[in-house]
């Protein structure tokens, strides 16, 4: 389990309502959009220099993965959503893990540059304590590794005990497109 499935756990189980976790799985979800203009580009380093709107600029490496980057004009306007979300539910014994780790990229159709880079993570994490006083909670992944989190409203540890495995399914997606 890498930082982000533990993020994952914190979000899945603590931050969902009560009612929900008690009836079905939890499912949380975020997209964060973000508009750029390329500022410049340096054709032999294949960097991209893109200016924010609040004046900063950054520059981006495009590696060879990047197909269509010699179509990208100064002027152009990049946008960039990053997805995230978590599933969460107290797994049935007997039941079958999904698969760990998928992952892909598609490119966007046309002449611009675009496209989408996501992957989805699944693991059952066993909850190994819950303190209501601090609010807090122990997890111990698959691996063996354990975890704690603090938890931000100790009602969102109601429904869960100590001995429940918890299976959780975590997407990340950053998709790119070129106006």
Not at 86 to 111: D, H, L, M, N, Y
Request: net charge positive.
């Amino acid at each position: 389990m890498n930082k982000y499935m533990g993020v994952a756990v914190v979000a899945a189980l603590l931050w969902a309502p009560t009612e929900a976790r008690a009836q079905k799985p939890v499912s949380l979800s975020e997209v964060i959009s973000e508009t750029f203009t390329i500022e410049a580009i340096d054709h032999a380093a294949r960097v991209v220099t893109l200016k924010a709107k609040d004046g900063t600029t950054q520059d981006i490496v495009c590696g060879p993965e990047v197909q269509r980057f010699d179509a990208l004009k100064v002027g152009q306007s990049v946008t960039f959503r990053y997805h995230e979300s978590v599933v969460s539910a107290i797994q049935r014994p007997g039941q079958t893990p999904k698969e760990p780790v998928s992952a892909g990229i598609t490119r966007t159709p046309g002449t611009a540059p675009g496209g989408t880079v996501a992957r989805q993570l699944s693991a059952t994490v066993a909850i190994e304590a819950i303190d209501a006083k601090v609010p807090s909670m122990t997890i111990r992944t698959s691996t063996g590794k354990r975890m704690s989190f603090r938890v931000e409203n100790a009602k969102n540890l109601e429904g869960y005990k100590a001995g429940d495995n918890v299976e959780i399914t975590y997407t990340q997606a950053l998709a790119v497109s070129v106006q």
